[in-house]
């Protein structure tokens, strides 16, 4: 039975370059990552002070009932369309007949 | 090397994370800027918070129209969040499909600069990470598009995405992708770098 060399399991680890590792260091250091546009200054001062200023569950309660309100809507204009539409068919239906 | 779980869709765990990186926030802002607006302004916490809110203030409207992609960290804490489109980009001329970062935000422990106990480096990297590999997996295009602010260019640029026209859009190209995921597989296999 052979026995394992203490180096072997690092041995065979990968042996980065020294520019791989100044770039590991740097995307470490940098790693706080935002992408995307950001609103202009003034609309960044006003988005951090609701921040501080407001209750984020109460908040949020409040943006998702608006919402589910704005959905109820389209729904119920779906609703009366499809009922316009099955009028339609009935009435040819009964025009044929 | 911090490892993260790839997540996608809006779930219940991503909503309870939104909402602690909120109660978070506010906890820090009162640590480590007494509770003040202009103590915060100008740091990289600050844009994160602005940039979460944005995305909170619309997530109905966002969880029907967009995509949303997030990572987890060890502790199971939300650890970064992505909104996400298909688009199409012009290459050489000829129109191909692209993935466009509308947004990517880190949790508010992963952007401020103390050393706060919930931090792990490499959420960023992470998330990006896991949507090229999503998109692999389904045969998609890999080529990815954001937009960076001038602060952000460099993490951005390390992972190999490349200015178009100096307006702060980034492009990382297939074969930069390729080169993301062969970088962090030696990165994983290093003994040298944790």
Redesign the interface.
Known sequence: MSQESPNT??SK????TPE??A??K???E??????????PEEE??R??????ETD??TD?LE??RA?KEKLLKKLKSAEEYEEFLLEKIEEREAKKG | MNEFSFVTGMTREIKEGL?LW??K??EY?DTYYQ?R?ES??GT????????T??I??N???IEEEKIIRSVFDDQNLLA?L??IQDTSIFVEEELVDCIE??????SPW????YPVPEKR?????A??EGIIKENRGKGLSRILK????PE?K???S??GFTETDGS?EMILSESGAAMLLS?LD??R?????D
């Not at chain 2, 990289?44 to 940039?51: A, D, I, L, S, T």
């Not at chain 2, 970062?101 to 880190?106: G, P, Y």
């Not at chain 2, 954001?146 to 602010?149: H, R």
């Open positions: 399991k690092e680890a990968y042996q980065p791989q590792l770039r590991w740097r995307l470490d940098n790693d706080g990552a935002i992408a995307g546009r950001m609103p960044q001062v988005i951090f002070k609701e921040f501080l984020y569950v949020q943006r998702v919402h | 909402a909120n109660e926030a506010r802002v509770g607006e915060a302004k990289r916490f600050y844009r994160g918070v602005v940039k809110r944005t909170t203030n997530l109905s409207e970064s992505a909104v970062i509308e947004s990517i935000v880190n992963n952007l401020i600069k480096k490499g959420a960023g990297t998330i990006v954001l937009f960076a602010v952000e460099i993490f951005y390390d992972l702060g970088n030696q990165k296999n290093s003994s040298t770098f």
